[in-house]
């Protein structure tokens, strides 16, 4: 199936080639799926704060040399950067990118696939969010993008009912598809999407292939 976005990045890592063959894998335990699955979180959250607003400045090295660079707003100006996980997968998204930006604030949203039918949209439970959430950059974590229902249900929210604007927000994702990207870039063209890898297509039941299974479940220990 082909797919369009105007703010992809698909995250180019010469260790993905290792860590993705252990993550499909049927057979990695849950505690090797956290342990591979963590470096390939870190790596792609590193990508997808490197999106974040930066400023110039001048430093001098330790040779006495003026160096033009620039920093991260989640180093200059932590406060007004969020982290949302979608609960409960995300979560394990969020602590990778906690790591390397620890001060940011961190906010939360209950959304669950409806596992009664693939069909009907996802059960989206609670909230919550910092004050002030509508003017800071926002970090969406989730792992696994499938049909979309869940993105644009905690898009929906930031963006519609806290005043988010779209066009500050990274949405952070491990593995995607054709479907799930046209989805957002139909309701949503403005948020960027960091992903680490666009698999072929959907099943019937809405699970990517040929995919990984359940990100949450087996990060987790749940399956
Ligand atoms: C999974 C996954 C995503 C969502 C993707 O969550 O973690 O949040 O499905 O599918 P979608 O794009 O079709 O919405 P799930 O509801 O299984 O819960 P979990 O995170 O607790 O595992
Ligand atoms: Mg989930």
């Known amino acids: 199936m082909s797919y369009r976005h105007p703010n992809l990045t698909v995250v180019q890592s010469a260790a993905f080639d290792v860590l993705f063959t252990k ?16 470096r390939l979180m870190r790596i792609l959250a590193e990508e ?7 400023t110039v400045v001048d430093i001098t090295t330790p040779t006495g040399a003026a160096y033009k660079g620039r920093l991260s707003i989640v180093d200059t100006d932590p406060d007004s950067v969020c ?29 669950q696939r409806n596992e009664a039918s693939a069909e009907k949209e996802a059960i989206h439970s609670c909230t919550k969010l910092p004050p002030g959430v509508k003017d ?9 993008l499938a049909s979309g229902g869940s993105s644009c249900s905690a898009l929906d929210c930031l963006i519609n009912t806290y005043g988010v604007d779209p066009r500050r927000v990274v949405f952070a994702n491990v593995i995607s598809c054709p479907e799930g990207l046209n989805r957002l870039a139909h309701e949503y063209p403005d948020v960027r999407i960091v992903t680490c890898w666009v698999d072929e297509k959907l099943n ?16 987790f220990n749940t399956v």
């Open 204 to 219: 019937d039941s809405k699970f990517i292939l040929p995919g990984l299974g359940d990100y949450g479940d087996r990060y």
């Open 48 to 54: 997808s704060l490197s999106k974040l607003p930066k």
């Open 23 to 38: 993550i499909r894998d049927e057979k990695t335990s849950s505690a090797d799926f956290g342990r591979y699955s963590r």
């Open 136 to 144: 800071m950059d926002i970090v969406l974590c989730d792992p696994m």
């Open 83 to 111: 982290a949302v996980s979608i609960v409960r997968a995300g979560d394990s998204l969020l602590e990778s990118v906690r790591e390397i930006a620890p001060s940011i604030r961190v906010g939360k949203m209950w959304i």
